[in-house]
């Protein structure tokens, strides 16, 4: 595939972690309604920590993990790896991976706390799955090591910003400490 095109792709892809394609409208959300007590449990949408009522959030975030691992897929990445190595117009690893972290972590924060909810989701799966590629024994060293260094990155980037709410803050805190644990 065409170098152009795979950046094209990948723009793409994460076009769909945008906060308004993952949002679920209002009028869909009514629709949904929780379930009465006592009602049958067939009739769930979806089970969550929300119990019965719709859970949008929870699936943003499984939406969200099925692009980001799909696009950080072990051997995917070790492709990409070997791809750039045979040809220097392919994206590289850094590029993938600086793409994905600018697109979610480096999103502007928004003061529609619904937004900021969907993009901290996204954010969330993001770095459960450096933290996987970069944990990741069975994947290439150089994919672990460029997993790790954006780690490092993230973790500096993190430490500059200031602003949000007290949950964007409460989620740097945690990721923050997650990735010092990794290290």
């Not at 449990?41 to 692009?67: C, H, K, N, R, Y």
Request: proline fraction near 7%; hydrophobic fraction near 45%; aromatic fraction near 4%.
């Amino acid at each position: 595939v065409p170098a152009a095109q795979q950046r094209r792709a990948l723009g793409m892809a994460l076009d769909a972690l945008e906060p308004s394609a993952l949002a679920v409208p209002e009028r869909v959300q009514a629709l949904m309604v929780p379930l009465p007590p006592g009602g049958d449990p067939q009739f769930m949408w979806l089970e969550t920590a929300a119990g019965t009522a719709f859970d949008e959030i929870s699936l943003a975030g499984g939406l969200a993990t099925e692009v980001i691992e799909g696009l950080l897929h072990r051997e995917r990445l070790a492709r990409v790896v070997l791809f750039r190595a045979r040809d220097a117009q392919n994206p590289s690893l850094d590029e993938v991976l600086q793409a994905i972290i600018d697109r979610t972590w480096g999103a502007p924060p928004s003061a529609d706390q619904h937004v900021q909810s969907l993009r901290r989701t996204v954010q969330r799966v993001v770095l459960n799955t450096l933290l996987d590629r970069a944990g990741d024994k069975e994947a290439l060293p150089d994919v672990r090591q460029v997993a790790e260094m954006h780690l490092s990155q993230l973790a500096e980037r993190m430490n500059a910003m200031t602003t949000g709410s007290p949950a964007d803050r409460a989620l740097r805190l945690a990721a923050r400490r997650e990735i010092e644990r990794y290290f």
